[in-house]
C-alpha cells in the first residue's frame, strides 16, 4: 500500500496540492480524476519523487519514500510521464532494456534479458522489436514504454495520462492492457485519467482531486453518480448503466 | 557504416596523410633511422596524425555527449558557446598572467569552458520554447556575446593577433611537444564509454532518469565536464574546429541510433576520419601551402550540416 500523508506543494504562493491524505490499495487499479490544474499530476509526481513535497510523506509498503536510495525505489515504483518529446533514436528492445537499468546498470544478464524478452512478448512486440521508437505510432511507443516498466518489475506502476495522444482503438488497448496487468501480474496501478468514462469501466478505485484538494476518494461505483460528479465538475452529469459500465453522458449537460 | 570499414578506412587515410607534405618522405625513407626524413616524419607527421586522430575522436564525442544531454540534435561545442567561453577562458588567462604555461591556460580555459556550457544548460532549462532549431540559435547568439566580450577585451589588451591563433584550427603547427594535451581525450574516451548506458538514460530526460534511478544532475555534470576538457585541450592545441562535434554525431545517429554504448565507437572512429580527410584535402589542394583546418572543416561541414536540416523532416 502506498500511504500518501499530509502531503502538500506550492509554487511561490499558490497551493497546487493541499494537505492531501490518500491510500493506494495494492492489487487495485486507482485513478487519479478531476479538473484541469486540480493538483493530479503534481501529486502523481510527487508520489514517485520527480518531484519534492513542501510538506508531508508518501510511505511505500511502511517505508518512508524520502529516505529510500534512489535505486532501491525504483525497484518498488516505477513512473510513465507523457513524453512529448521522444526525439532520443532507440529500438524499442533497447528500450525495454533500460527498464532493467535499476537491476543491472546497464549489463544485461541472461536473467535480464529473458525478464525484457517476456515483457516484450507480453506486450506483443516481439515482432517490431528492432524497429526505432521516433518510428512508430502512439499506441505502439505508449506499449514500448510500458513493457519497459513491466521489464522494470515494480510492484507499483504510476502513469500519467498514459491516454493523450491515443486514438479510441488505442486507448482501449492499452487499458485493457493495465487491467490484465493488475489481474494476471498482481500490480497495483495509478493513472491520472482526463476521460471520466475510462476511468469508470477500468478502475478499481477513484480519486477526486480539485484545487489541490481530494474531494472523493472510494471505490468507483460510490464516485461514478451525479451528485459526486456535480462536487467534482460543477456539472449535472446523467449516469447511464450499459453492459455492467457505468457511462457518464457528460457531452451535452 | 560498420566499424570495420570504418577503422580500415581509418588506418588507410592515416598512411596517407603521414606521407603527404612539402618534403617527401617515402616509406623506404624510414629505414634510415638518423635521415632527415626520418626526423621530420618523428617530429611532425607522427604528432600531427596522433593529434587530429585525438581531435577528431574528441570533439565528436563531445559533441554526442552534449546532444545526449540537452536533448537537441543541433546542439554541440559550436552552437552552445563552449568553444567562445574557452576563447574567453584563454584570454583571461592571458592578461592574469603576462606568460602563461600551458597549464595555467588549460585550467582557466577549462573553467570557462565547463562555466559557459553549465550557463547554457541553464538557459535551456529556462526556455519555454523548446524548438529544435531555436536552440541552437539562442547558443550561437550566446557565443557570439561571449565572442564580442573576448574580442573587445583583446582590443583593448593588444592581444589580438595572439588570440586569433585560436580562432583558426590548424594542423600545421603541430610538433612533438606541442600536442600531447590532446592525449586527454583518451581518458575521456575510456569514462565516456563507462558511463554510456547512463548519458542514453539521461538523454531520454530528468523524469525518465529518476524512474530508473539514475542520480541525473551528477551524470549531467560529469558529461559537461568531459565536454568541457576536450574542447579545451583543442582549442589550446588546434584552435577552433568548428560543426566537427554537431554533424558526426548527427550521421552516426541516423544510421545507428541513440543508443551509446553502440554508437561510441562509431563516432569517434568517424570523427577521426573525417578530420583526417579535411586535412588531407586541405594540404593538396592549394600545395605547397596549406587550407587550414577550421576553413576545410567549416566549408565541408556546413554542408552537411544544411543538408541535415533539410534531411530533419524526414526523421527527426
Same mark, same amino acid.
Given at each position: 500500500?502506498?500511504?500518501?500523508?499530509?502531503?502538500?506543494?506550492?509554487?511561490?504562493?499558490?497551493?497546487?496540492?493541499?494537505?492531501?491524505?490518500?491510500?493506494?490499495? /495494492?492489487?487495485?487499479?486507482?485513478?487519479? @480524476?478531476?479538473?484541469?490544474?486540480?493538483?493530479?499530476?503534481?501529486?502523481?509526481?510527487?508520489?514517485?519523487?520527480?518531484?519534492?513535497?513542501?510538506?508531508?510523506?508518501?510511505?511505500?509498503?511502511?517505508?518512508?519514500?524520502?529516505?529510500?536510495?534512489?535505486?532501491?525505489?525504483?525497484?518498488?515504483?516505477?513512473?510513465?510521464?507523457? !513524453?512529448?518529446?521522444?526525439?532520443?533514436?532507440?529500438?524499442?528492445?533497447?528500450?525495454?532494456?533500460?527498464? /532493467?537499468?535499476?537491476?543491472?546498470?546497464?549489463?544485461?544478464?541472461?536473467?535480464? @534479458?529473458?525478464?525484457?524478452?517476456?515483457?516484450?512478448?507480453?506486450?506483443?512486440?516481439?515482432?517490431?522489436?528492432?524497429?526505432?521508437?521516433?518510428?512508430?505510432?502512439?499506441?505502439?511507443?505508449? /506499449?514500448?514504454?510500458?513493457?519497459?516498466?513491466?521489464?522494470?518489475?515494480?510492484?507499483?506502476?504510476?502513469?500519467?495520462?498514459?491516454?493523450?495522444?491515443?486514438?479510441?482503438?488505442?486507448?482501449?488497448?492499452?487499458?485493457?492492457?493495465?487491467?490484465?496487468?493488475?489481474?494476471?501480474?498482481?500490480?497495483?496501478?495509478? @493513472?491520472?485519467?482526463? #476521460?471520466?468514462?475510462?476511468?469508470?469501466?477500468?478502475?478499481?478505485?477513484?480519486?477526486?482531486?480539485?484545487?489541490?484538494?481530494?474531494?472523493? #476518494?472510494?471505490?468507483?461505483?460510490?464516485?461514478?453518480? !451525479?451528485?459526486?460528479?456535480?462536487?467534482?465538475?460543477?456539472?449535472?452529469?446523467?449516469?447511464?448503466?450499459?453492459?455492467?459500465?457505468?457511462?457518464?453522458?457528460?457531452?451535452? !449537460? | 557504416?560498420? =566499424?570495420?570499414?570504418?577503422?580500415?578506412?581509418?588506418?588507410?587515410?592515416?598512411?596517407?596523410?603521414?606521407?603527404?607534405? &612539402?618534403?617527401?618522405?617515402?616509406?623506404?625513407?624510414?629505414?634510415?633511422?638518423?635521415?632527415?626524413?626520418?626526423?621530420?616524419?618523428?617530429?611532425?607527421?607522427?604528432?600531427?596524425?596522433?593529434?587530429?586522430?585525438?581531435?577528431?575522436?574528441?570533439?565528436?564525442?563531445?559533441?554526442?555527449?552534449?546532444?545526449?544531454?540537452?536533448?537537441?540534435?543541433?546542439?554541440?561545442?559550436?552552437?552552445?558557446?563552449?568553444?567562445?567561453?574557452?576563447?574567453?577562458?584563454?584570454?583571461?588567462?592571458?592578461?592574469?598572467?603576462?606568460?602563461?604555461?600551458?597549464?595555467?591556460?588549460? &585550467?582557466?580555459?577549462?573553467?570557462?569552458?565547463?562555466?559557459?556550457?553549465?550557463?547554457?544548460?541553464?538557459?535551456?532549462?529556462?526556455?519555454?520554447?523548446?524548438?529544435?532549431?531555436?536552440?541552437?540559435?539562442?547558443?550561437?547568439?550566446?557565443?557570439?556575446?561571449?565572442?564580442?566580450?573576448?574580442?573587445?577585451?583583446?582590443? =583593448?589588451?593588444?592581444?589580438?593577433?595572439?588570440?586569433?591563433?585560436?580562432?583558426?584550427?590548424?594542423?600545421?603547427?603541430?610538433?612533438?611537444?606541442?600536442?600531447?594535451?590532446?592525449?586527454?581525450?583518451?581518458?575521456?574516451? $575510456?569514462?565516456?564509454?563507462?558511463?554510456?548506458?547512463?548519458?542514453?538514460?539521461?538523454?531520454?530526460?530528468?523524469?525518465?532518469?529518476?524512474?530508473?534511478?539514475?542520480?541525473? =544532475?551528477?551524470?549531467?555534470?560529469?558529461?559537461? $565536464?568531459?565536454?568541457?576538457?576536450?574542447?579545451?585541450?583543442?582549442?589550446?592545441? &588546434?584552435?577552433?574546429? +568548428?560543426?566537427?562535434?554537431? $554533424?558526426? +554525431?548527427?550521421?552516426?545517429? $541516423?544510421?545507428?541510433?541513440?543508443?551509446? =554504448?553502440?554508437?561510441? +565507437?562509431?563516432?569517434?572512429?568517424?570523427?577521426?576520419?573525417?578530420?583526417?580527410?579535411?586535412?588531407?584535402?586541405?594540404?593538396?589542394?592549394?600545395? +605547397?601551402?596549406?587550407?587550414?583546418?577550421?576553413?576545410?572543416?567549416?566549408?565541408?561541414?556546413?554542408?552537411?550540416?544544411?543538408?541535415?536540416?533539410?534531411?530533419?523532416?524526414?526523421?527527426?
Amino acid at each position: 500500500m502506498i500511504q500518501v500523508r499530509e502531503l502538500s506543494k506550492f509554487y511561490g504562493k499558490k497551493v497546487v496540492v493541499e494537505k492531501v491524505n490518500v491510500d493506494i490499495h /495494492r492489487g487495485k487499479i486507482t485513478s487519479f @480524476i478531476g479538473p484541469n490544474g486540480a493538483g493530479k499530476s503534481t501529486l502523481l509526481s510527487m508520489v514517485s519523487r520527480l518531484v519534492d513535497a513542501d510538506t508531508g510523506e508518501v510511505l511505500v509498503d511502511n517505508d518512508q519514500v524520502k529516505r529510500m536510495k534512489s535505486n532501491e525505489f525504483s525497484k518498488r515504483v516505477s513512473i510513465l510521464k507523457q !513524453s512529448n518529446f521522444m526525439n532520443v533514436r532507440l529500438t524499442i528492445r533497447e528500450l525495454v532494456s533500460f527498464g /532493467r537499468f535499476p537491476y543491472s546498470r546497464g549489463k544485461l544478464n541472461a536473467e535480464d @534479458i529473458r525478464i525484457v524478452e517476456q515483457a516484450m512478448d507480453y506486450m506483443g512486440l516481439m515482432e517490431m522489436q528492432n524497429e526505432y521508437m521516433d518510428e512508430l505510432s502512439g499506441g505502439q511507443r505508449q /506499449r514500448a514504454f510500458i513493457a519497459m516498466v513491466i521489464a522494470q518489475d515494480t510492484d507499483y506502476i504510476l502513469l500519467d495520462e498514459p491516454l493523450n495522444n491515443l486514438d479510441m482503438k488505442h486507448s482501449v488497448q492499452i487499458m485493457k492492457i493495465l487491467r490484465r496487468l493488475v489481474d494476471d501480474l498482481g500490480k497495483t496501478v495509478v @493513472i491520472v485519467l482526463h #476521460d471520466i468514462n475510462f476511468a469508470s469501466v477500468y478502475s478499481d478505485r477513484i480519486v477526486a482531486l480539485k484545487e489541490g484538494r481530494v474531494v472523493k #476518494d472510494g471505490p468507483t461505483n460510490d464516485i461514478i453518480n !451525479s451528485d459526486a460528479l456535480r462536487e467534482i465538475y460543477d456539472m449535472d452529469i446523467p449516469i447511464k448503466q450499459m453492459n455492467n459500465c457505468r457511462i457518464c453522458v457528460y457531452f451535452n !449537460s | 557504416m560498420k =566499424k570495420r570499414y570504418l577503422f580500415i578506412a581509418l588506418i588507410l587515410f592515416s598512411l596517407l596523410s603521414l606521407f603527404v607534405g &612539402v618534403s617527401s618522405i617515402k616509406p623506404m625513407d624510414l629505414l634510415d633511422f638518423k635521415s632527415e626524413q626520418t626526423e621530420i616524419f618523428l617530429i611532425s607527421r607522427v604528432p600531427r596524425l596522433v593529434a587530429i586522430l585525438l581531435a577528431g575522436a574528441g570533439m565528436s564525442i563531445a559533441g554526442l555527449i552534449m546532444q545526449q544531454l540537452s536533448r537537441n540534435k543541433f546542439v554541440s561545442p559550436t552552437t552552445a558557446g563552449t568553444l567562445d567561453a574557452t576563447r574567453l577562458g584563454i584570454l583571461v588567462s592571458m592578461l592574469l598572467f603576462t606568460n602563461a604555461s600551458t597549464i595555467e591556460k588549460m &585550467v582557466v580555459a577549462f573553467i570557462f569552458a565547463l562555466g559557459g556550457t553549465l550557463l547554457f544548460m541553464q538557459i535551456l532549462d529556462r526556455i519555454k520554447f523548446k524548438d529544435a532549431i531555436f536552440i541552437p540559435l539562442v547558443g550561437l547568439m550566446f557565443g557570439n556575446i561571449l565572442s564580442s566580450i573576448t574580442t573587445f577585451f583583446a582590443y =583593448k589588451a593588444n592581444v589580438i593577433q595572439n588570440m586569433s591563433a585560436w580562432l583558426q584550427g590548424d594542423f600545421s603547427m603541430i610538433m612533438k611537444g606541442r600536442y600531447e594535451l590532446l592525449y586527454i581525450s583518451i581518458p575521456v574516451l $575510456i569514462i565516456t564509454y563507462l558511463y554510456a548506458n547512463r548519458f542514453t538514460v539521461a538523454g531520454m530526460g530528468e523524469d525518465f532518469s529518476k524512474n530508473l534511478g539514475l542520480a541525473y =544532475k551528477r551524470i549531467v555534470n560529469i558529461g559537461l $565536464i568531459l565536454v568541457a576538457l576536450v574542447t579545451t585541450t583543442v582549442i589550446l592545441t &588546434v584552435g577552433m574546429i +568548428p560543426f566537427l562535434g554537431l $554533424i558526426i +554525431p548527427n550521421i552516426v545517429s $541516423i544510421f545507428h541510433g541513440d543508443n551509446l =554504448k553502440k554508437t561510441l +565507437p562509431h563516432t569517434a572512429l568517424l570523427g577521426a576520419i573525417f578530420l583526417l580527410v579535411c586535412d588531407i584535402l586541405g594540404r593538396v589542394l592549394i600545395y +605547397p601551402y596549406e587550407i587550414s583546418i577550421s576553413l576545410m572543416v567549416g566549408v565541408i561541414g556546413s554542408g552537411v550540416f544544411l543538408y541535415l536540416l533539410f534531411r530533419r523532416k524526414a526523421y527527426a
